[in-house]
Each structure stands twice: as C-alpha cells, then as structure tokens.
C-alpha cells in the first residue's frame, strides 16, 4: 500500500495542489460578467489557446487510450492520435470562418442558420453527450490513480470529482484553460523526454521490437478504412462539438484560433507515436496487467519515481481536462441554448445571474456525471449517441459554406443524420469494411446529414438566408471579418 511518504504520490499531490493554485489565479476575475466566464473573456492567448486545445483529448484518449491499443495490437494504434492531429491541421481552413460568428455555443450558431427548433434540438444532445463525456473521464482518472498509488477508489474518484468541479466552477473557461495549459506543457515536455529514457533502459527498439508479436510492428495494421475513419470522425469533432469551438470562440483574435488549432494539431500527429510506445514497451516486457494501465506501467517501471510520478500526475491531469471541458459545455450549452431562451432573452437576465446559473449547472451536472460513473451504470450507449449527434451538427456547419442552403433543411437533415447514426451504431454495429477497419458511425450519419440539407435546400425547401449581414465582432486586433458573419434569421 502507498503512504503520502511515497515519492509518486507525494509528486502527484504537489501536482494537484499546484493545479488548483494555477486554476485560482487565473479565474480571480471570472465571475465579473457571462462572456468572462464561459469565453474567458475572447482573451485566450496563443499559447493557451494551443495548450487548451491539446489537453481536452489528451488524457484518456491520446495518452492512455493510445497506449492500451498499442499493447494490445501494435504500433498503428498510434494512427488514433496522428488521424486526430492530421484532422485537426486540416480543419483550420474552417477555423477563421467558425470565429466570426459572434456566438457562445455550437447550437446557438445553428438556431441562427435554421431557427429555433434546430437550436433545441441540438442542444438537448449537446448536454447529454457532454455530461456522458464527463462520465466518463471522471471513472478514468480515479482508476489510474487507484492503480499506481493504492488508494482506495472511492477516495481517489471523489478527490477527482471534487477538483475538477471545482476548477470548472470557480473559474469557467480562464482556470480551464490555464489548467490545461499547465497539464499540456508538462506531460509533453516530460513525454518527449521520458519516452527515449524508457526505451533505452528496456534495451533500445530493437529489444521492443524483438518482445512483441510480429503483427505489432505493421504500422498500418489496424487498416486504411479504419485510419481514414477515424480522420473523418475528428474533423467532425473539431468542427462542430461544443467543447472544442467554445475555445475556438474563446481565443483573443482569429490568427490566434487558426494558428492555435493548427500547432495543436501538429503535436498530436507525433504524440501518438510517444504513447504508443509505451503500450509497445509494457507488450515487450510482458507485464501481466489489464491493458488499460499499459500507459501507467511503463512509467512505472521504466522511470525514476519522481518523474514517473509527474507525467503520471500531468497524465491524470489531462484526463482532468477532458472532464472539465466537456462540463464546462455541456453546462454553457444548457443556459445559453434552453434556459435563456425558454425563460425570455438574454437582454432581461444581469450577467450576474448568468453566471450563478452557469455555476450551479456546472456542480449539478458534475455531480450527476460522477454518480452515474461511480454507480456502474452503463453509459456507453449514451456517450456513443450523444458523440454522434454532436458529430452530425458538422453537416449543418458545411452547408453554411452553400448560398443555397435553406432554413427549414437543417432539422430534417440532423434527424435523418441520427437516424443513420442509431443504424450504423447500434443495429449494425459499425460492421467491418473489405478488411481494413470500420468505419466510425459518426462519418456516414454527417454524410446523410450533409445530402438530405443540400438535397432539400436544391429542391426549394424553405428560404435562404443571408450569409454577410450578420453584426460583426471585431477581435482587439481590430481584424475585419465581415464577410464570414451569418445573420439571425425569423423562424
């Protein structure tokens, strides 16, 4: 059993004692108004906006997730990581067209194009996927801790819950961003350094190589289909999903949010490599472990305690971002898309209020997340379809690009794209393609979002709506972006 005397825990501890310092300094000034809080005041600097960006999925997907598959099936696992990245790069060319509109949330942006039934619509599964997201994340981070320190579970998982709630609380987007600023910084810094420690103390890639099975040296073994997948899945992510946007429209100038989201795009498609290699490492060295603590063993057996504790703890940390971002999004999606408008407009509510309101969604929200993580109840269905609602929301950000497109096509083409979801997902089970992987489900769901929108606005369904005469919001940099404004349109 682990004391508080042990070096590991002892750098974790430190390590979440200084996210918290960091998370209180940076949110001093959060509550003063309701764009402060849930945008930090469209005043994220490059290097936050880039670290934030990163650290959302750096945690249990990037970090642990890569290294769990590279354990068990080689080293194209990191292809998860380098799709992301390669996604991401290539959603910049959108980027600066997303920052213009003056809005908080991706439904919001939606109910502006194609009236308000689209805006509740996609809110409503904005919320629950963001708060199974959340679910999520929250067992995630108590697990790895319990695993490497001994701490019961029940004390690690409340411990979580308890300071990721609280950073989100307090401070909104600016102690979230900075955060993951701190999380970002460290576990990439430390991966690129730790890593080539690990390998040469295992006995160089030669001796990992020579430990694994055959299959797991085939770069692209999990299939062409499969990487292709999951590239389409990620620019749908990163186009449309609230916890990414909300920092999209958080950043201090346009130039920021495209060169912001393209950095972070760039160190994700090498990151991957350094995680996988660790999964690789706990194969060759045949540890007997579950394959989802490949991540953990490795640093553990491979390191010096002390480092080993602080990328263990910047890894748990980035988990921690994940968490609270998608709380912080599920709960701006909340007040801002239903509460709000289903309780008048927002000129009759004090910003104030806003933020109180935004606040007790954030620990309500939480607290159900950590209940329904901590009960067992299976969330798995419940994440899959709420990702893959937010997903097809992408469809209605592409036809924006389309002059023709029409307001009244966006919500029979987010229906017809969920229901090709529930298919694909769940009564076909994203079935495997010619061998070479499966095809994500959110990928043909946003296809058929995308052509029944385009298909119906062809035929005439509705009126158009004008693309530039949107208000401007001009960034401090004083950029002119007129032309990417959409305009509020009548139901």
């Not at 909300?246 to 090498?270: D, M, Y």
């Amino acid at each position: 059993m682990a004391t508080l005397t042990d070096p590991v825990v002892l750098t974790m501890v430190g390590y979440f004692l200084l996210t918290l310092l960091i998370a209180w300094w940076a949110g001093r000034d959060a509550g003063s108004g309701y764009v402060e809080f849930t945008l930090a005041g469209n005043d994220l600097s490059l290097p936050v906006y880039m670290m934030t960006y990163f650290a959302t999925f750096a945690g249990g997907g990037l970090t642990m997730g890569v290294a769990q598959r590279a354990f068990t099936s080689g080293i194209s696992g990191q292809w998860y990581a380098m799709a992301e990245g390669l996604a991401w790069m290539s959603i910049t060319v959108l980027i600066g067209f997303l920052y213009a509109f003056d809005v908080v949330s991706v439904p919001e942006l939606l109910g502006r194009a194609f009236g308000d039934y689209t805006k509740y619509f996609a809110a409503i599964f904005t919320v629950v996927g963001q708060v199974a997201l959340t679910s999520g994340q929250t067992i995630g981070m108590a697990s790895i801790i319990t695993a490497v320190t001994d701490i019961p579970l029940t004390v690690a998982f409340w411990v979580s819950v308890i300071v990721f709630i609280a950073i989100t609380l307090y401070g909104g987007m600016s102690s979230v961003a900075w955060a993951d600023t701190l999380h970002g910084v460290l576990i990439i810094g430390g991966m690129f350094v730790a890593i080539p420690i690990a390998v040469t103390n295992v006995g160089g890639m030669d001796a990992i190589m020579a430990g694994v099975p055959a299959g797991h040296t085939n770069w692209f073994g999990v299939g062409i289909v499969q990487i292709g997948s999951w590239y389409l899945m990620y620019l749908t992510v990163a186009g449309a999903q609230q916890q990414m946007l909300q920092r999209t429209w958080s950043a201090r100038s346009k130039r920021v949010a495209i060169i912001g989201t393209f950095l972070a795009g760039a160190v994700i498609t090498g990151y991957g490599i350094l995680t996988a290699t660790a999964g690789m490492i706990a194969n060759a060295q045949g540890a007997n472990i579950e394959s989802s603590l490949a991540f953990a063993w490795t640093l553990t057996n491979t390191l010096p305690p002390v480092v080993a504790g602080l990328l263990l703890a910047a890894a748990v940390g980035s988990v921690m971002s994940g968490a609270d971002s998608f709380l912080l999004a599920g709960a701006t999606t909340f007040v801002n898309d239903l509460y709000i408008p289903l309780r008048g407009s927002r000129e009759e509510f004090s910003d104030a209020h806003l933020v109180a309101v935004t606040r007790a969604t954030i620990l309500g929200f939480g607290l159900i997340a950590a209940i329904i993580a901590f009960s067992g109840i299976e969330i798995i269905a419940i994440n899959t379809l709420g990702m893959g609602i937010m997903s097809v929301l992408f469809a209605g950000i592409v036809s924006l690009l389309w002059d023709g497109t029409t307001r009244k096509s966006g919500l029979p083409g987010f229906i017809v794209g969920g229901t090709v979801f529930v298919i694909w997902a769940f009564v076909l089970g994203e079935p495997a393609l010619f061998g070479q992987g499966t095809l994500e489900s959110a990928v043909p769901a946003t296809a058929a979002a995308l052509v029944t929108i385009l298909g119906l606005s062809y035929l005439g369904y509705g009126d158009t709506f004008d693309l530039g005469s949107l208000r401007n919001r001009e960034s401090p940099e004083s950029e002119t972006i007129a032309e990417e404004r959409v305009t509020y349109g009548n139901d």
